[in-house]
């Protein structure tokens, strides 16, 4: 167990339908990553939050979104979903306002599957 | 758009042998990173590098950086059947948004 916890691990959804992805960060952890991962466009940096404010956008597309809450967890929520959104969704963490540098912990990821 | 890429995409080695995985990226960075990810599964952060440092050793991982050439080399020696996954170097070019590269396939044979 990473610390990072995602959920559901698996969800398989309709073409056009919206759905939610949760990440709850490691604890003490103020950024939160989001990455999808597929098998041609590999690891892609989808959007950053540091507690609870946008940090850094990737390439999130428009039917995207994502936030961050008081508690510091997050959700991405993808809408008008279409085959091709079909992908691993992983949320990372890390401690961000250090002078150490450190590496991210990711969560075991959310299979979404578009049917 | 990825920041590295790996090479090679994909190595196939004995038990006990060294493997050897090189990262190439285009920008100016902070530091460079390795992971590994087993199949399916979430990326394990294996080893950190600074832009200011050439050489880090980690138990049996090893990793270079010449920013110079603005490339990178992970060794794994004395390679075990569990080191068998997906090796990817990322880049952090500031605020440690990391940019991963494409990935290298290690399959460890006993």
């Known amino acids: 167990d990473s610390g990072v916890t995602q959920t559901p691990k698996h969800l398989i959804t309709a073409t056009g339908q919206r759905v939610t992805l949760r990440c709850s960060p490691r604890s003490g952890d103020l950024s939160v990553y989001w990455y999808q991962q597929s098998l041609d466009q590999g690891l892609q940096f989808l959007i950053q939050y540091y507690n609870g404010e946008e940090r850094a956008k990737g390439n999130i597309l428009e039917r995207f979104s994502a936030q961050q809450f008081p508690d510091l967890h997050s959700e991405l929520n993808l809408s008008s979903l279409e085959l091709g959104d079909s992908a691993l969704y992983f949320c990372?963490?890390?401690?961000?306002?250090?002078?150490?540098?450190?590496?991210?912990?990711f969560g075991s990821g959310t299979r979404l599957t578009v049917v | 758009s990825q920041q590295g890429e790996e090479d090679p995409q994909a190595l196939s080695i004995q038990e006990g042998e060294n493997a050897t995985m090189n990262c190439s990226y285009k920008t100016s960075i902070n530091n460079l990173q390795w992971y590994r990810q087993n199949s399916g599964r979430g990326l394990v952060h294996l080893i950190l590098i600074r832009s200011n440092e050439r050489e880090k050793h980690s138990g049996r991982l090893r990793v270079t950086l010449d920013t110079s050439k603005k490339s990178s080399s992970l060794l794994i020696t004395a390679s075990r059947a569990a080191d068998t996954a997906s090796y990817f170097c990322?880049?952090?070019?500031?605020?440690?948004?990391?940019?991963f590269g494409t990935g290298t396939r290690l399959l460890v044979s006993p």
């Open positions: 990322a880049t952090d070019t500031g605020f440690q948004k990391l940019v």
């Open positions: 990372a963490s890390s401690e961000w306002d250090r002078e150490e540098l450190s590496g991210y912990t």
